[in-house]
């Protein structure tokens, strides 16, 4: 039982960071199907400065370090998608995908490069990075917990604060549901989207980092984030673009998604069922969710679509 | 000056040529990048170990005397052609649905599937080549079918669909196909699927075409007629798409499906329509790929999707969604993979070959801004010339 709140709550924290940068970017106009991507890159970017540290830093500045290079990895990244979609109004599921592709392909690359440096330059072709996740992992009792939790928690007050209580979030909604009106009152859309795709590349970022440090001490980047981003996505709609509902959102799924990593543990290991089917389960049960759900989605009005100044 | 009445035909060749010269600046531009990536990683070796190599790709042996004298030295051509048949396919899959208005992102998933059925009929049924490739297009086709299916009838977009989807049926295929080491079609001693060219020889693609032996040319293990019957189906998707009713029809729902809708089309059944026909694409691709005999199935890698799905995004977008363009972006989404398992491996991974691709697509997204740009420019020549004439 401790080891499913254990998992459930690694993949709730990283669900609901990135659902909530989808969130910001969705809400500005944006749809940020990216996150995928800018998770590997925040993940590649936060491993590589954690284990190339030098052997004295202490724990604390580590984590620190690290956590803020996936989230600024995370921000430079999204503004690739930023650039193609606000300045050059190019298709963003499109511009997502590439990104998406991109992104798992660098990361084969620096992590090989960096494997066969380690070795000497004998040619080493992995792509698997080990690296000492202690400094991140901490009990509270007989659970283990991680940092990634405290920060997922304040960064959830703090979204739903900038979202609902500030002029900034007021105005960031405005630009996702008629950046027209919004334009006649003198906000800047282009800058607001902007805003809204880089904070999803902080999300985004950190969020990585966090699905791969806290479970595993070593990470194979043929897979990516094995569709982590995509999931999320489908989280914050089910999560109705509102963090608070996120939060619940993804609680609920990553309960189904820890069940593949503790199932031959506990009692499930009746069932004889294969590894592959839990890890069909998240994926199954948001295809339910959504058919369930799909009829009263409260999408923003003007995601996807290019703003032009000149259209009316 | 004002000339309104071009003639269609030049219209629409022009409408072509920029499209070519739109996807030709992705590519030079994708190219340099790539080589400035490689100058970043390691200067010294960038250009002899890194960017020829891309470049020459499979063509890099066609000179050497040594592989020459063997009848080896177009082996790696060979290698780049039976890898560039599924690629097309994916590609036809992603402009087919691309056309009707919808992303098929899944092409991944149908490839999965298509790759089960093809290796199902052939590993367990022994059926001939033909028939295995026909149940490989059934599976894909059924998997495309699915998130048509959650688009038309619960209004669910179909890229989150197809990406769940891809994922489902990964696990689906591999949990069935090892079925905890003592699945029908695998081969324990190797950890992979058993080669269909051993258990099942009918079912392996042939290569022999009009009395050519594919083989005794390029002396390449797999390669098999795959290519031409991709060529074949690109034919067909390009006189389906416009020269049918039914063509027209799903396009007409593509680009607005309320408008359809009033004309009478039935517009719920061309949306799972163009996504069973996508799928079916793919599936045939996985098909034309896994029956040519030289690739096997390892279900323990089970976190890998086959990146054919994906590249058939690049494979598409290059070509600017026309069928017969996808041949030619096929073939060289290939040539550049091929080039980077060529490149000197000490040096730089092969994937620096993706990050090129995916460089390419990036710049693909917003292709339509330059080619207005060109199409200006070709206009704004001729007339320079017109007047010039006058």
Redesign the interface.
Known sequence: MTLLIKYTLIYGIVLMLVALGACFSEHSGIIN?AMEGIMVIGGVFGLLVLVMLPAGTSSFMKVLISICTAAAAGVVYSA?LAF?SIN????Q???G???N??????A??LV??YN?TMSG???T?SPKLSFVNSDFIFNIGPITVNVFLFVGLALLVIAIVVLYRTRFGMRLMACGEHPQAADSVGINVYRMRWCGVLISGFLGGIGGLAYIVPAVQVW?F??GV??MG?LA??VM?FGQWKPGRIFLAAMFFAVFKALANIYDSTFLTALNL????Y??MP??A??II??FT??NSRAPKAEGVPYDKGQR | MKKKNQSPLLERSMGGLTSVIAALICIVVGLVLGLLFLLILDAQHAWKDGFVPIIQAGFRNVGNETLAKVGMNWMTVGQEIVEAAPLIMCGLSVAFAFKTGLFNIGAAGQYTLGAFGGMYSAIILHLPWWACLLVATLFGALWGAIPGLFKAFLNINEVITSIMFNWIGLYAVNTIIYGRGSGAMFNLKKAETYAIKEVSPQSVIPSKIFGWDMFQTFKYGSISIAIFLAILVAIVILIVLNKTTFGYELKACGSNAQAAKYAGINEKRSIVLSMVIAGALAGFGAGLYYLAGGAQWNPQDSTVLPSAGFDGISVALLASLNPIGCIFSGLFISHLSTGGAQMTQVYFPGEIADVVSGIIIYLCAFSSLFKGKVMGWLKGGKKAKEGQAQ
Do not use: C, P
């Open positions: 199907i690739l193609a050059l109004k190019a298709d599921t499109i511009g995908t590439a990104l592709l991109l992104a798992t392909a660098l084969l690359v090989k490069r066969n330059g004998t040619g072709q194979n043929e897979s094995t569709g995509f996505i489908a709609i294969t590894k592959e089917v890890n069909m994926f199954i948001s295809m959504l058919a799909s009829k």
